[in-house]
């Protein structure tokens, strides 16, 4: 590890104007490069206390062991070098979105004496028109066989186009009307040209005047009395539609724009891209890269904007660059766009409309981009197996937590305290161990206590069950009664989700048969494995030093010393281990705090769900929801046949029984209960301020309602 002052320029040496700097290890390759309006102030941040620097900027000062720059003229310039050195020496500190070589573009080769039609992936060529880029080859495929039918240019190869020419044959396409066969000279080349300059005409958005032309001359046709000519335009229009079809129009006025979103957490970030032309969107594509810098989103666009028009010139840039955070300063990245493109180029975040709404789109692609990666991440066998092992030694662990669970408190400014644990094993989600409590002991607002009930309860369970099963000979310790019941969370314990495998006891994880049978643990009379049957080898608690404390204590207090406890406080992302003044930090690109991360946010998801879930249902409860046996169809035909509660609370029991499905005995029980309820404050309808009357249908009612749960 190198001490930067080794090598920090001395004072006035670093000139203060815009340049480029490169930051070089001890065998002269570069590791960073980055751009500056002012050298001076921009270097002389990473030479300040390490203490002081972000994790990333640190471990970056501290690998180099050299520094130089390069003075240019303009924030222009800066900006274009830096990408051609980020391209040429390929820094391990920078932001390196992995590149899209691999997806296909639509490409005529307009630099051929006959120019083709073909899919192309790498590097663009001069000369080449590209369309795209496509997510699979197939789709250019059928857009391609479609227009062949009103623009025949050739797709063969040069090998199938000179065999053609020496045997005075065209191919199959040249017989069935794709293919105009310049080849064996049926159209000259200045005819062929034009036909390709037509299809990407078309292919560029300029469809509406080609169309139009295409059912004139239909029309001439069909007055003619040429009917066959005419039904062969009527199908070429039809062809035509179908291949427009395949791109929905999402922006009415004809833009030519690219929307770029973004996707984000500590570790790594998901871009996409959607190209739109003429209203359309022509193409799509994306990156994920890991956040080895310590950037924001501005400067996650910025390196976007690089990476998409770095080599870019001409019509490839489009007139309209749509960004969620502009780049600071905005002003050279703007001109450097415009000088690539040759004319004005806007960047800018959409604020409203169409672009807005599809700007939303673009980013739940990401979103999605960036959850797909994380579960193949995850999904990765090896991976897994290093990130157990990272927190078995960051911990000071025996062994590899093979399972894991994780504590989370959810509540609403003190109303509706729950819980959540979740479980993984062997690095991945148990979802059919999941469960949900409700804290029973105390009311309002105070997640350390609610920590420390919920670890009790849980672990009280734990060793119930071991007495049941003769593995726990002292008594239970004193405390609640744990047992299920069939109602679920009316003991404030529910099931999680049963969409995932039968529990196991944790296999090893460098076995690589993910189905291989459970083995064999402790079960009830039907032989499924108990709910708290199985401890786990680490406790994950949402929270730092306090919550870490009270999750011990609980443990403590139940005699349990073989399970270790730590807690990941979100702001830092840091590790607190009891009894320790200063967290674990893990590196950031840890596989470990990953895993970490991962059980953490689960547990934080699975809590705010039920959180959300149990206020909802209190929002929403009504003086008839507590009546024992009158199910959601019967409610209804009640409202529906008094028109309101106030009614029915007035009604006789003879009445109530002329309710189609409803007996006397339920009649009488619907009567005590609302008898014993105390009528509901008036509703108000929030939209205009009026109080609704008590007897109102039950729709408006109903209406109040779900405005005030807004």
């Given at each position: ?10 004072p ?12 070089r290890?001890e ?5 960073y490069?980055?751009k ?8 002389s ?47 391990r ?11 296909p ?15 192309m ?10 369309f ?10 059928e ?5 062949l ?28 009307g794709?293919c ?13 040209r034009?036909l ?9 958005g ?5 169309i ?10 069909a007055?003619?009395m ?21 791109s ?19 570790l ?23 956040k ?6 501005a ?8 990476q ?26 703007q ?27 673009v980013?739940r ?10 579960t ?46 979740v ?12 469960r ?25 369970r734990?060793?119930?069950e ?14 609640e ?21 039968t ?9 690589p048969d993910?189905d ?28 730092g030093?306090?919550?870490v ?15 270790a ?9 840091e ?9 674990v930090?893990l590196?950031?690109?840890s596989?470990?705090?990953y895993?970490?991360?991962?059980v ?24 008839l929801?507590?009546?024992p046996g009158l ?36 009649a ?11 009528p509901?404050?008036?509703?108000v309808?929030?939209?205009t ?9 039950p729709?408006?009612?109903?209406s109040?309602?779900?405005g005030?749960e807004?």
């Open positions: 590890m190198a001490d930067p002052s080794s090598y920090r320029p001395k006035g040496q670093i000139p203060d104007s815009p340049g480029v700097y490169r930051f290890d065998y002269r390759r570069v590791i490069v980055g500056a309006k002012s050298l001076r102030q921009r270097l941040s990473y030479f300040q206390d390490l203490a002081n620097l972000h994790p990333r900027t640190r471990t970056m000062v501290t690998t180099a062991a050299s520094v130089e720059w390069t003075v240019v003229s303009t924030e222009v310039e800066a900006l274009q070098l830096e990408y051609t050195w980020i391209k040429e020496y390929d820094p500190f920078n932001v390196k979105y992995r590149d899209d070589k691999s997806y573009y639509l490409a005529v080769t307009l630099n051929e004496e006959y120019p083709r039609v073909r899919v992936r790498g590097a663009k060529k001069k000369g080449v028109r590209y795209g880029p496509y997510g699979q080859a197939w789709a250019i495929r857009t391609v066989d479609l227009m039918r009103v623009f025949p240019v050739r797709t063969c190869s040069a090998g199938v186009f000179k065999r053609s020419a020496q045997i005075g044959r065209p191919c199959l396409l040249g017989y069935i794709k105009s066969a310049p080849c064996v000279g049926r159209v000259s080349a200045e005819e062929h034009e390709a300059e037509e299809f990407c005409d078309f292919m560029a300029r469809t509406g005047a080609y139009r032309r295409l059912e004139k001359s239909m029309q001439e046709a007055e003619e040429e009917y066959e000519r005419a039904a062969r335009l009527r199908d070429d229009i039809d062809a035509l539609k179908r291949a427009m079809e395949k929905a129009v999402v922006l009415a006025d004809a833009t030519d724009a690219d929307l770029i979103a973004l996707a984000e957490d500590e790594e970030a998901a871009v996409q891209i959607f190209h739109v032309r003429g209203g359309r969107v022509r193409g799509q594509r994306g990156w994920v890269t890991d080895v810098e310590n950037v924001d989103s400067a996650l666009v910025e390196h976007a904007l690089q998409l028009y770095g080599e870019e010139s001409g019509d490839a840039v489009p007139k309209e660059v749509l960004v969620p955070a502009l780049p600071d300063p905005v002003e050279p990245v001109q450097w766009l415009t000088e690539r493109r040759g004319s004005n180029v806007s960047l800018r975040i959409p604020q409203r409309g169409d672009k807005k709404d599809l700007m939303a789109t980013q692609n990401a979103q999605q981009a960036l959850a797909l990666h994380k193949k991440r995850a999904s990765d066998l090896t991976t897994r197996s290093r990130a157990l092992e990272e927190i078995a030694q960051a911990l000071g662990l025996d062994s590899v937590p093979l399972r894991i669970e994780c504590f989370d408190i959810s509540h609403l400014q003190g109303d509706d305290v729950v819980a959540s644990m479980v993984f094993e062997d690095g991945l989600a148990r979802k059919s161990e999941y949900r409590f409700q804290i029973k002991t105390f009311e309002g607002q105070d997640d350390v206590r609610a920590m420390h009930e919920v670890i009790g309860r849980r672990f009280r734990y060793l119930q071991k007495q049941q099963t003769g593995e726990w000979d002292e008594e239970t310790p004193a405390g009664d744990m047992q299920p019941t069939a109602a679920g969370p009316t003991d404030g314990l529910s099931a999680g989700p049963t969409d995932g495998p529990p196991a006891s944790a296999s090893a994880v460098a076995s993910e291989a049978p459970a083995a064999t643990g402790p079960t009830d009379e039907e032989g499924r494995p108990k709910r708290f049957a199985y401890p786990p080898q680490l406790v994950v608690v949402d929270g030093q306090p919550q404390a009270a999750a011990q204590r609980a443990l403590s207090e139940l005699g349990i010393d073989d399970v406890v730590c807690g990941l406080a979100k702001r830092l992302e590790v607190w281990v009891p009894d320790e003044d200063d967290p930090v590196p950031r690109s596989e470990g705090l895993l970490l991360q991962r953490r946010d689960e547990a934080h998801r699975f809590a705010i769900a039920y959180q959300r879930n149990k206020r909802g249902k209190r929002l929403k409860a009504g003086p929801d507590s009546v199910g959601e169809s019967r409610r209804q035909a009640l409202l529906k046949h008094f028109g309101s509660v106030k009614r029915l609370r007035a009604a006789r029991i003879e009445d109530i029984c002329e309710v189609p499905g409803i007996g006397r005995k339920t009488e029980t619907i009567a005590a209960a609302l008898a014993g309820a105390a509901a404050a008036p509703a309808n929030t939209a301020g009026e109080i609704i009357e008590d007897d109102a249908t729709s408006a009612a109903l109040s309602e779900r005030q807004r």
